[in-house]
Structure formats: structure tokens, C-alpha cells
RNA sequence: GGCCCGUUCGUCUAGGGGUUAGGACGCCAGAUUUUCAUUCUGGUAGCACGGGUUCGAAUCCCGUACGGGCUACCA
């Protein structure tokens, strides 16, 4: 069994790619087959450099390196489709001659003028007489064309009348007919195949068994058929199986009353950025339409279908808040969002096309990998949790869904929480230490196993121990005004401070120690846990989320904490105005 | 518009003629923890609609609605 991922190099690896990735991945390895990765760059001018370098490094985070693959070796390539184009050029060469392609001279300029008189204009066989290609001009001519250098594409001539069946092992039968079809372009101008002639003669060549690809290519596989019959090949033919997208989150998930009036705002920006003329025809009034229509939450749905009575602005403005609140997960809703689309952070040209990752966003590979097998799959049975092995065991193509999937950051925070809580320490402290190193801490390994140890329940995410616990290496950065306010009595200034030189006359500074020293100081002078706990904790952390005080105490070390308790008791003086 | 695919709690899903329609996330409440989190218990909420077929339909068939994809010399 061998399988391929075949991504094109135009960006960053979207995560809808990296499940298609990793649904070839188990299966290949479920089978004992081989795992394939294979650079599609037929379109120059959509290449992006740096691209096939994110995708091997991608991959090989989520721990799903292919074993063949450019830069990786095998025997079936080169593994890029740039560097295979006089393969290409023989199979187009044999369509040509067996009379299942031909060569068309139309320019962009009258295909486009085809378009603009007919919407529904369809290079086929009821068009192709009066389009000028080998078919409707005669033998002189097209050969004087030929000669003289005139650009042409190769055309596959699809018969009439035929019902083409689609075995897809995710939809069972799927039946085309044939004179739906179009004369798909095989080769471009520029001497290079389309996606349809070269991931099927690569596929042949690379002897690919099974197509695990996105549901956006079932409407041409009924093409990739008829290539697969011409070229003689139908016999080894792969198996095909449609994956179902994924799609963006429901808008019910990230609409609340404080996001809503930022995305309103976000969102219109966007419009009237893609569309100046709509904006402007609104006038001022664009935002608050957004506004309006998101918050609408009812009738979300139909609040975005466009009315006769709506004016063109307003029809457009529904149509571009459609587009961004439904359908396919796309790059843009990471940034509208507020959540990782990507596996790794994308540097592009501009602050605009540049996107951070899942990876630096705090989450473990592991989590991804867990969160996104069963997005779209599910083994039948009620577990959640997988390891790689348990997936590769489990893993089967009849038990993909065929819906669609909407995206959930929240189900992917409690993969990743449920990961972190789990891991092994060391192996957190090898993650978290070089979050830590970037704010230029490098504790010994002691304190940073220990740091680990408190914090680990309340991490959702790496950055998550920095961001809540970044007062185990730095004094609070301030101190909840509200608690401070609540709980902090001026008058007992001077017992506290007694309680601070109590504790830094300890001889072993240990939570245990703390606490028993706590209990007798309260008891001495009748006061409660609530009425020291909290000012221990917000004068050492200056928040009141986090781990048992004492505990946390300890770690910071006797001097530490004598000098944030003294620090800390005098700006609270302050704040309560003694 | 045309073609293709789909539709079970807000979300991910199990269930494929007889089920109190199950689980997970989220949310809510309670217990534990004098913080937060973890953990535990409970709750909330669903078969898009209309026709058939059948003794019986979430399940099979047809239609409608809705959603999605494709409709490029992009993949």
C-alpha cells in the first residue's frame, strides 16, 4: 500500500492539510504501507518559497514524517512535480496522438469573453466547434500554428454520453455524467501540466494505491477517471477516498456580547478594504449594519441572506459577513478568531500574511494529532484519548464521516490540557524551559521541575506557564486591586510585618514549615485562614489565582519572600489610601 | 444558475427499523480544595421539514429547506 500528501507550496500548511496528511499517515502505517509526500508545483507563479521547508518541518513536529518525499530520497523520483515536466510532456503527447486530447489556441482574453456573454459558458463538447483549437480549425492551420510558436494548451476531449462511476470509500458510489463535463486544460501555456494530468500520471508512476484528498476534488475525479481509462491504466487505478472539510467554528461559539462589537468593527474594516465601493455606498452606517446583523443571534442565518429590498451595499456587506462566518476554515479566521489555523507560525511578506502556529501558540503535537483524527473520524467506540500507536490501530476509512466538521478551539484546549497533565515533567520542563529562556529566565533544573509540579494542573496551554506563573521568577507585576481593596486592613500593617520576620527567622523554609508558622501566628492574634491566606498570596504572586500558597512559597525561597511580603504590605497601605 | 456531496444536543460524534437516543467539549449547579486549577457528582440541550413504505421510522425511499464543494491555462 503506498499513499500520498501531496500539498502545493503556495504557504503555510493549512490545517485542513494536516489531517489529509495524517489520515495517509495511519493508514500507511496502519497497513504497513509506505507514506509519500510529494511537492505539487506545477503553478510557478503561486509558488512560495520557504513553503516545502514549513511542510517536512511541519510534519515532522506532528510526528508524521513521510519516508518518501523530496529531500527525504526513494526510489519513484524526483519527488517534486516542477522537476518531472518531460514526464508529463510524453503522456500528453500519447493523449494527443490517441485522440483523447488536443490542442487548444483560445486566448485568456477570448475564454474570458466567452465567460462575460454566458455565465455558464463550459469548454465542452457543445463549445468546442466554435473555440479555435485543433478539433474546429483545419489540419493546415493548426499545424501553422504549431510552427509559428503560437502559445496553445492541451485539452482533454471528454466523450458524450457517458456515466462515470466513482467507487469513494467515504461516499460509497458517486455517478458523473459526462456531459457535464469540461474539456479540462491538461497542459498550460507554459509548457506545465495542471494538477488533473500530473497527479494522475505521477500517481500511476508512483505505483500510489489509495487517494486520501479533500472533498474539493470529488467533482473532478470523475476527470481523473477518464485520464486513468485513456491513458490505459484503469486497471491499477487507486482507490479513492473523499475527506469531508473542515469548517469554521459556529459563529454561536465566539459571539458574545464583548466580541461581538470587535469583530463587527474587524470585519468591516476587512469590507471595506475588499470592497471600497459597497463601503463607501453605506457610508457610516456599515459598522453598525454589521453590528446589528451579529448580533441578530437568532436569526443569524437568515439575517444573512440577501433581500430583494436590500440596497447593493447592504447586499454586499451580508454577502462578505456570509463568507466570513460560514464554510470552509480559511488562513483569514485565525485572525479574526483569535486562534491557530496553522501548525507552525508562517512568516510572509507582510504583518497581514503572517500567522502564528499551533505550535507557538502552546500546544504539544501530540494534542494536535489527538484533536485532529477525530475531527471527521472516530474509531466507534467512547474513547477520547489516542497515542499515535492507538490511532494507527484503530484508524479505518469506512468510519470517516461524510459532513463536514466545524472547527472547536475549545475541544482543541482540552486535548492539549489533558496532554499536559499527563506529560512526564521532564519532558514539559524541555518545552517550557525554552518559553522561559525567551523572558530570560534559566532556572536550575530543581526549580524548574518544581515550577512544573505546581503548575501543571493549570496549564491549558505551554504559554500558559509563563503567563500564570511568571511570578515565580519576577515580583508581581501588580496585585489585585479588588482583593487589596477587600481584604487588606491597614491596621494590622505591623502584625503582618511581625509574620514576615517570623518567616524569615525559620530555620527550614519549607511549606510545611511556613504553614505551621502561619497557624501559630494566626492563632497568637485570632486571626483566620481568609484573613492572612489571601494577603500571603497577593503580596507573593499578586494574584489570587495559582498554586497552595505555601507551597509556592517555598519555591520562591526565604529572602524572596520575606522581601515581596514587605514590598507588597506597603503598596497595599497605599492602595487602600493609610 | 448547473453539477456533486451532506444534515443526530451550541460543537465533535455513537446509534442504521422497536433504545429512557449514548459519550465527549462547552455551559450551569453541587462536592472537594479557605485561591485558582485538578478531580468527582448532577443538570442543560438533539434526530431540519413534509410526504411515503411499515404493525412500528432518528434509522429505508421521495421531495423540500438549509449547509458545503466544484464550476480557472489554482491546487
Known amino acids: 500500500m503506498r499513499l500520498r500528501f501531496a500539498p502545493s507550496p503556495t504557504g503555510a ?189 505521477d500517481d500511476h508512476l508512483m505505483e500510489i494505491t489509495h487517494v486520501i484528498r479533500g472533498e474539493e476534488w470529488l467533482s473532478s475525479t470523475a476527470h481523473h477517471v477518464l485520464l486513468y481509462r485513456f491513458l490505459g491504466w484503469e486497471d491499477s487505478m487507486p482507490t479513492f477516498a473523499h475527506l469531508p472539510l473542515i469548517l469554521k467554528p459556529a459563529p454561536e461559539s465566539f459571539l458574545d456580547k464583548s466580541s461581538t462589537p470587535v469583530l463587527a468593527a474587524r470585519l468591516t474594516e476587512e469590507f471595506a478594504r475588499k470592497m471600497p465601493e459597497a463601503a463607501d455606498s453605506l457610508g457610516g452606517k456599515a459598522e453598525q449594519l454589521a453590528l446589528q446583523i451579529l448580533q441578530d443571534k437568532k436569526n443569524l442565518a437568515s439575517g444573512l ?37 496553522f501548525p507552525l507560525s508562517w512568516k510572509g511578506s507582510s504583518e497581514a500574511e503572517s500567522f502564528i502556529g499551533f505550535r507557538e501558540y502552546g500546544f504539544l503535537p501530540e494534542a494536535v494529532i489527538n484533536f485532529l483524527a477525530l475531527l471527521g473520524w472516530n474509531p466507534g467506540d467512547e474513547q477520547e484519548l489516542f497515542s499515535m500507536e492507538q490511532l494507527i490501530a484503530a484508524f479505518s476509512l469506512p468510519r470517516i464521516n461524510k459532513s463536514g466538521s466545524r472547527f472547536s478551539i475549545d475541544k482543541a484546549h482540552w486535548f492539549n490540557q489533558q496532554y499536559i497533565l499527563k506529560a512526564p515533567i521532564e519532558e514539559l520542563a524541555g518545552q517550557v524551559a525554552p518559553l522561559l529562556k525567551a523572558q530570560g529566565h534559566e532556572p536550575g533544573q530543581n526549580f524548574l521541575y518544581a515550577f512544573i509540579g505546581l503548575m501543571q494542573e493549570r496549564a491549558t496551554l505551554l504559554t500558559d506557564f509563563w ?112
Not at 463535463?181 to 500530473?198: F, N, R, S
Not at 440596497?311 to 485572525?335: P, Q, T, V, W
Not at 492572612?532 to 519572600?561: H, I, S, W
Open 13 to 201: 500548511l493549512h490545517i485542513g492539510g494536516v489531517r489529509t496528511a495524517l489520515y495517509n499517515y495511519l493508514l500507511a502505517r496502519k497497513e504497513g504501507g509506505t507514506f509519500i509526500l510529494r511537492i505539487e508545483d506545477t503553478d510557478q507563479s503561486r509558488y512560495v518559497p520557504g513553503a516545502e521547508a514549513y511542510i517536512l518541518e511541519a510534519l515532522q513536529w506532528l510526528g508524521i514524517s513521510p519516508d518518501e518525499g523530496p529531500g527525504i530520497g526513494g526510489d519513484y523520483g524526483p519527488y517534486r512535480q516542477s522537476e518531472r515536466k518531460n514526464t508529463y510532456q510524453q503522456y500528453a503527447q500519447q493523449l494527443l496522438e490517441a485522440g483523447h486530447a488536443y490542442y487548444a489556441f483560445d486566448t485568456a482574453e477570448e475564454l474570458e469573453a466567452a465567460r462575460e456573454k454566458d455565465a455558464t459558458f463550459k469548454y465542452d463538447a457543445g463549445a468546442r466547434m466554435r473555440m479555435r483549437n485543433s478539433l474546429s480549425l483545419p489540419g493546415s492551420e493548426v499545424e501553422a500554428l504549431l510552427q509559428n510558436g503560437t502559445p496553445y494548451v492541451v485539452r482533454m476531449k471528454i466523450p458524450q454520453h457517458e456515466t462515470i462511476l466513482i467507487q469513494d470509500e467515504v461516499r460509497g458510489e458517486v455517478a458523473f455524467d459526462s456531459n457535464e463535463l469540461d474539456d479540462k486544460v491538461l497542459v498550460k501555456t507554459d509548457g506545465m501540466p495542471t494538477y488533473h494530468l500530473a497527479n494522475i500520471v
Open 305 to 341: 441572506k440577501v433581500k430583494d429590498k436590500d440596497d447593493e451595499g447592504k447586499a454586499a456587506l451580508k454577502a462578505f459577513l456570509k463568507s466570513a462566518l460560514y464554510g470552509k476554515l480559511s488562513k483569514r479566521d485565525g485572525d479574526r478568531l483569535g486562534f491557530p489555523v
Open 467 to 578: 503567563e500564570n506563573g511568571y511570578y515565580f521568577f519576577e515580583p508581581p507585576r501588580g496585585y489585585e486591586e479588588k482583593m487589596v481593596q477587600k481584604r487588606w486592613d491597614p491596621e494590622r500593617s505591623e502584625l503582618f510585618e511581625a509574620l514576615v520576620n517570623s518567616l524569615e527567622g525559620l530555620p527550614d523554609f519549607s511549606a510545611g514549615a511556613i504553614n505551621t508558622a502561619t497557624e501559630q501566628f494566626m492563632e497568637a492574634h485570632g486571626l483566620k485562614f481568609g484573613e492572612v491566606l489571601p494577603m500571603l498570596r497577593l503580596a507573593n504572586a499578586g494574584t489570587m489565582k495559582g498554586p497552595a500558597v505555601f507551597e509556592m512559597m517555598e519555591l520562591l525561597g526565604q529572602e524572596e519572600v520575606a522581601n515581596r511580603m514587605r514590598r507588597a504590605f506597603k503598596a497595599f497601605n497605599q492602595m487602600v489610601g493609610a
